[in-house]
């Protein structure tokens, strides 16, 4: 499931491939980590929020606080599970993510990606810091993998065509359910990623 993406195309040209008004510009990012703020598209445009939702206050089954920094949430779950009640909906817009096979210092990185860029259903939330600070968040949705992803992980992240997005951010639980399904085998690229500097931005 996706813990590192990457992002080199210009946000004025995913601006244009969304047909929407282009945000700020951002620097090539080749290793997009959890806790750093990433460009999401939201039923109000571009925003930034920091990758990794910190759901405060809320109980899991046993009455326990979740207090954990939640970057995934599974499709299968994300509209049941009391850490994502009241979340909102948006869409991060990415070339791409990183997958990691083999034994531990002995790991091979693969980069996926697309033809084009690459859209990825999110959940998002708002988080108040000590202090009273205010932090936009968002994570990820995944789900079963498809063909391409199945040899590399057993999770893939939710992506969704173009003409689904303003279902996604604005439709109801049960709109939006057929939409968290793998996608369609064949359509992404999978190659070695050993060029990529894991500490750089």
């Not at 040209?13 to 460009?39: K, L, S």
């Not at 303003?166 to 939409?179: F, R, S, T």
Request: with cysteine.
């Amino acid at each position: 499931m996706p813990g590192r993406f990457f992002l080199t195309t210009p946000m004025a040209e995913i601006a244009a491939w969304m047909e929407v008004d282009a945000p700020a510009e951002e620097p090539p990012r080749q290793n997009i980590q959890p806790g750093q703020e990433i460009v999401c598209f939201t039923d109000n445009g571009f925003q930034r929020m920091r990758w990794g939702i910190i759901p405060v206050g809320r109980v899991n089954a046993r009455g326990r606080p979740v207090m954990e920094t939640i970057i995934n949430a599974r499709s299968e779950t994300v509209f049941d599970k009391s850490a994502f009640d009241g979340v909102g909906r948006a869409v991060v817009i990415l070339d791409g993510w990183y997958e990691w096979t083999g034994e531990k210092r002995r790991k091979t990185a693969w980069r996926l990606f697309g033809p084009e860029p690459l859209i990825f259903a999110a959940i998002t939330d708002e988080w108040t810091a000590p202090g009273g600070l205010k932090v936009p968040q968002v994570a990820m949705v995944t789900c079963e993998p498809n063909a391409d992803v199945a040899p590399i992980h057993h999770r893939m992240g939710v992506l969704l065509r173009r003409e689904d997005v303003a279902l996604w951010i604005l439709g109801n639980k049960e709109d939006v359910a057929p939409l968290m399904v793998p996608w369609p085998n064949g359509l992404l690229r999978i190659e070695e990623a050993g060029d990529v500097d894991w500490s750089g931005p």
